[in-house]
């Protein structure tokens, strides 16, 4: 039998195969294309007095944007999370790890200390919940303290570990994991997914065991079943096929949650400025921003990805101007046009619906 690759270089092959458009979903949509907004053509505003300050896990960021957790643990995480944490510094964003598994079990640091480029921007720490489970929360606080973290993200991703070739099986005592982080970390503990999208029912759970900030990574963006199916053996790989397009929307994780008291960020697809925008205007306290700002500092370099995050944030900056909001607590309640795709998935309950034009 092959030996399995090493951890090292899982983490390159994942940054290689999400440089590339191979690892989109195939048919699935984030159903942000299943959401318009209503224009204004009487704003009353200057576009450069619009607001777009936003908090997450406790901080302050100058726009709703977290460049989201990719990458660490390799050689070339190094340049990567330095170049995208520096931007999040220079433009007030937040920036998010990929999995510290490296760092907690090989003591790998490479991409995972990067505060002398970032020294007051929002940082994510990000270890999965497998992990965490069979982690004393100590340990965690450890990790924690050395990357210099605000809040640590503990991740949700049976799919994917089940179509890695080295993935996990087991995935008992979740909840009571982020239960008991929630009670022994001093940062705030954030749950998210990895593609799939969180429900309501998972939501709900969360909430009550104290968790007070999410990352929905829906299904629309990249698919990490799909970018695991890619990496395994060709004889191995139709389970993946068969799942490369499995998950919640992200549009409908967003709505899902709604009502819940949970602070969300929007994560999976989220292309474009104008997608993020719909993603808050359901709700959203933030969008996460994975795969496009790699690709552009793939194509760019520094230059291509700072190009790359002042388009997106122009376009939301627009966004709030044609709908007649000074700020996002002002957009969020504007009206919204919602298709019946992304219908089905809104609790009948949901104060949405109050929003919605000729429901």
């Known amino acids: 039998m092959p030996k399995p690759p090493d951890i090292r270089s899982r983490k390159a092959d994942h940054v290689a195969l999400c440089e590339t458009d191979e690892v989109a979903f195939k048919q699935k949509t984030n159903l942000l294309d299943d959401l318009e907004l209503v224009h204004d053509a009487l704003p009353d505003l200057a576009l450069e007095a619009v607001d777009l300050g936003a908090e997450f896990a406790g901080k302050r960021l100058a726009a709703p944007v977290i460049i989201a957790a990719m990458t660490g643990g390799f050689g070339e995480a190094e340049a990567i999370n330095r170049d995208l944490a520096s931007v999040a510094e220079r433009y007030g964003l937040g920036f998010g790890f990929g999995s510290q598994r490296p760092l907690l079990q090989d003591g790998i640091e490479d991409g995972y200390l990067i505060r002398d480029v970032a020294p007051s921007a929002l940082v994510l720490g990000n270890i999965g919940v497998v992990q965490a489970r069979d982690t004393p929360s100590a340990q965690l606080q450890r990790l924690v303290d050395r990357c210099g973290a605000d809040a640590l993200v503990v991740h949700l991703n049976p799919a994917m570990e ?64 799909g970018v695991e199916a ?59 921003v994975a795969r496009p700002f790699l690709q552009a500092r793939a194509r760019g370099g520094l230059a291509g990805l700072e190009a790359a995050v002042e388009h ?12 007649g909001s000074p700020d996002l607590t002002a957009f969020r309640k504007t009206p919204l046009v919602m298709g019946p795709r992304l219908g089905r998935w809104v609790p009948r309950s949901s104060a949405l619906w109050d929003r919605v034009v000729g429901r």
């Open 312 to 323: 997106f944030l122009a376009e939301l900056r627009l966004a709030l101007l044609l709908t």
């Open 230 to 288: 890619l990496r395994s053996r060709p004889e191995h790989r139709d389970l993946g096929e068969a799942f490369w397009d499995w998950g919640i929307p992200t549009a409908a994780s967003v709505a899902q949650l709604h009502g819940l008291g949970l602070g969300v960020c929007a994560t999976g697809g989220v292309s474009s400025g104008l997608y993020g925008a719909r993603a808050l205007a359901l709700g959203a306290q933030v969008v996460g």
């Open 162 to 225: 089940v179509v890695q070739p080295e993935g996990d099986q087991d995935f008992r005592g979740g909840l009571g994991t982020i239960a008991r982080l929630v009670g022994d970390l001093s940062v705030p503990v954030v749950v998210k997914e990895t593609g799939c999208g969180l429900s309501r029912s998972v939501g709900e759970r969360i909430a009550k065991v104290g968790v007070q900030w999410v990352d929905t990574s829906g299904a629309g963006g990249t698919s990490w079943v």
